[in-house]
């Protein structure tokens, strides 16, 4: 029987460089897609699998794993899909536009976006629930005011964030608390002392970019759209209320994929009753999307949206970098990488810096939040015992690395959902994920510095001892 090997560090960065480099060169100088460069990502580590001693039916039991643990990601993607096409055709979404467009100012948009993304997140506690309504709005806004497109999304992104991560609705803020023991209400606590002050400094941000970037947006351009939509749709305040009912239904913790598919489906009653569409071509929306002609392009790529097969190409990418994550469990890259951490996080300040990086490396090589999850929170967590850390510092450092850097890696659920659905890619948006970016610099800064330690001074460092240092490894 030949014997199963652990992975060495020196192999899994061999691997990481080999996977890294086969996605820059098949999206940087070639016209082949990532998906292509993920799938080659499922040899090569199959390959080091094989080398170690693995079995095949081990990896594919993990691959199979580590894909199952994204399905209900998938599942909204599919029923958000859905939802844009029938909300399109039922006049929701350009009911939106247009109120919005006609009570919105470019100045004040940008701060706008974030503030109501933020709400309707933390009121519903899902991120893909608040982009697949709210956001898909907010861009239509925004692309009526003649605002780019990458720094509205930003907005809407970071707002839908918030609550993400801070929601008790939120299945990430639940798993996050969990899986490092801590009571769920202390969690939130202890990540206010983050996410407070980035909230703060992102509205600024935001709303002072508006103010004074807000000049260049066309109110003449948002007449021309407004015009257009009442041209092709009835606009009345009634054709709103499906959003309602959805957002209701998320507040009241019903399940994400029904709620969004019941509400694909009322966007489908309202093109027939009140956009006199057939029945037929009204049901088709949910699988093909929204079709209107028009010689503006603007127009065409604000109302032509939707429908489940436009989510077909991001499915499969969110499956094979899953797969990726499976993968990785099953060779032993995580364990590797999960006992170097441990050993280098010696004290107060890497033990920080340690969870950022296992979340963060979780993003990059599980593509998923609950992966992030996962290793940011059991990588290091004997460490905080150790060093006699509060285990709510690891939960916030935990969600700061995991939950937030989702959205900022392109074959990641988060990135994919985020730029299929808004029409923006990953790379472009990044730039303007201040709230993001921002709950980043100030976990960094809390590990250096000790502060919100939950006690009246600042930490000391305590180094581990080599016999604590062998204990925990």
Known sequence: MQTVRQPSLLQVGLL??????????????????????????????????????????????????????????????????????????????????????????????????FFICAVTSLATGTSFGTIG??????????????????????????????????????????????????????????????????????????LFTGILTGHQGSTG????????????????????????????????RQPAVPVIFFGALLGVVWAVLFQQQDVIPALETLYGGS???????????????????????????????????????????????????QRWADNVTKLGLSTLLAGIIGNILGGAAYVSLITASTITGKNYDATGTDRRVLSRNAESGGTVVTPMIPWSDGGVFMATTLGVTTAAYLPYLWYHLLVLGIAVLYSFTGWFHFNNAIRPAKTFTNEQKTTES
């Open 221 to 252: 351009r948002a007449t021309e759209v407004m015009a257009v939509i009442d041209a092709w749709f009835t606009v009345s305040p009634f054709m709103i209320l499906p959003a309602l009912a959805v957002i209701t239904l998320l507040i009241l």
């Open 291 to 341: 079709h209107i002609e028009s010689d503006d392009n603007v127009i065409a790529v604000l109302l032509n949206r939707g429908g489940m097969v436009s989510m077909l190409p991001n499915i499969l990418l969110i499956i094979l970098a899953l797969g990726i994550g499976g993968l990785m469990e099953a060779t032993g890259v995580l364990a590797t990488i999960t006992t170097s951490l």
């Open 133 to 206: 309504t709210a956001g898909i709005a907010m861009m239509g806004i925004g692309e009526g005011f003649g605002l780019p497109a990458p720094l509205v999304a930003g907005a809407a992104i970071s707002g839908a964030y918030v609550g993400d991560k801070l929601s008790p609705l939120s299945d990430t803020t639940v798993m996050t608390a969990s899986l490092c023991r801590v009571d769920l209400i202390e969690h939130i606590k202890s990540m206010l002392y983050i996410s407070v002050p980035a909230i703060v400094i992102a509205s600024a941000l935001f």
């Open 16 to 113: 990481a460089g080999v996977i890294i480099l086969m996605i820059v060169v098949m999206t940087q100088y070639t016209p082949l897609p990532i998906q292509l460069a993920l799938l080659g990502a499922w040899f090569a580590t199959l390959g080091l699998g094989k080398w170690l001693g693995r079995s095949y039916e081990s990896m594919q039991n993990g691959l199979l794993s580590g894909i199952s643990q994204g399905m209900e990601a998938i599942l909204v993607l599919i029923a958000v899909g859905a939802l844009i096409g029938s909300w399109m055709a039922g006049g929701i979404v350009p009911s939106i536009i247009y109120y919005g467009l006609s009570v919105m100012t470019p100045q004040i948009f940008l701060f706008a976006a």
